[in-house]
């Protein structure tokens, strides 16, 4: 069948990749650092991945034929977010008190860190239709702080700071 613009006009709105928020939460020591400035950060927030999983198969091969059975869901495992920095630097303070929180250096160079329940945390990513109505939602579940980078260098170029996160998470939900 050959599409036309007749049959193009017959799909709906389409989804924005610009209308969207983040939402950090959880009950643990890293989710009350960044919860308490959530919605700041989400404004923050300029650019984001969606999570993945891979469906994996089982190829069984039996009597000279080669058949495929559904095997284990694997989570991508990491999400990167990208930030914009102002003056406040909240965005820096945030992440930096969840690498202290993660790992507390002394002042002879040891160190000492939390426990894992101390620092997980959930991440919730929630997409909008052209109406501001909620069109999907992905929550990730024990997040915890992989990388931050500040995003920029000193110089005398006219840019902004734009800090780097990488999140690990162990799985996700989608809802509609």
Excluded at 72 to 92: A, H, N, P, R
Aim: net charge negative; aromatic share 10%; hydrophobic share 30%.
């Amino acid at each position: 069948m050959k599409i036309s613009k007749i049959d193009l006009r017959g799909l709906g709105d389409l989804q924005h990749v610009y209308n969207w928020d983040i939402v950090f939460g959880g009950s643990s020591e890293a989710a009350g650092i960044l919860g308490s400035v959530s919605d700041r950060l989400s404004l923050h927030c300029s650019t984001s991945v969606l999570p993945t999983r891979t469906q994996e198969f089982i190829e069984v091969e039996q009597h000279g034929h080669m058949i495929k059975r559904l095997g284990k869901t694997v989570y991508d495992g990491e999400i990167s977010l990208t930030f914009i920095e102002d003056t406040s630097s909240l965005v820096t303070e945030a992440f930096r008190k969840i690498e202290e929180l993660m790992w507390t250096s002394g002042s002879d160079g040891s160190g000492t860190q939390k426990t894992d329940a101390d620092i997980r945390f959930t991440t919730t990513m929630t997409l909008y239709d052209s109406n501001d109505g909620r069109s999907q939602s992905y929550t990730l579940y024990d997040c915890r702080l992989n990388t931050f980078t500040p995003g920029g260098e000193l110089s005398s170029e006219n840019e902004i700071f734009r800090p780097e996160v990488t999140l690990s998470y162990d799985w996700f939900e989608w809802s509609k």
